[in-house]
């Protein structure tokens, strides 16, 4: 399983209690009750999320370029009533084109539910194959009980060994459908829109139909961001 605790976690943690707390404008790191302190608690808690570290600051805020402006707004509505979406189960279906923050802006609203005190888990369809595979009931639990579940790139097409694809495909159904019955929000990012997404898995039709009746739908539209980026 990929758990926190490497050396850059722990770097990233030191560096943000420097900042937050000990830097602290308002109590210099004296006031347990100062907000500083649930500051420091979310960078925590992004950390054990696995949110990737690219992604650990991510905030609507950021992203200005006007063809994000209606996924941005349609975000803006489903954190601003999030109690209310959290309580449905309601979650979210991000997806379009290659390099449109769809991730980032994922990764904003997990964040977010953080903020609001929720438990957080990041995964890549990728990884959640590869960790269901290793880790069996272990992992699945773990993806079943965190309040708000964000899968990304699930239209990417997995191909685990031959004789484990059964296995993945019935975890995968099983998580997805508790998760549903017992209201915990999926967030979920793909180049897909939901037709191809139902023929690039085994467990996509299923997955498709769940999308329409649990999940907001998002589409992103626009040029590659990545194109325009200078190293
Ligand atoms: N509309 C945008 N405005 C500014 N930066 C963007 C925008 N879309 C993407 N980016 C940047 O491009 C990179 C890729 O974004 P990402 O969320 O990983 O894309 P996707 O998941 O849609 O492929 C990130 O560094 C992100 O900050
Ligand atoms: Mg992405
Ligand atoms: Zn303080």
New binding site residues.
Partial sequence: MTLAGSNTDVDYLTAEKRQIIDACPKCHGLDFDCPCYHEYDVEVRKVRACIPM??RKAALS????P??EKPKEQLASYIKSMTKYRKHGTGLYLW???????????CAVLIEALRHGYSAYFTTLTDCVDNIIRSRDAFAYMLQNTTYLMI??MGYAYRPIRDEVAYVDSVLDKVVRARCNNLMPIIL?S?KNITELALANPSGARIASIIKEHMKRVQ?T?P???DT?KL
Avoid: C, P
Avoid at 96 to 106: I, M, N, P, S, W
């Fill in positions: 690219k992604y950021v992203i200005t370029s063809q994000s379009g084109a290659e390099g449109t923050a769809k991730t980032y802006l994922g990304d790139d990012t180049h992103f626009g590659n961001f990545r980026i």
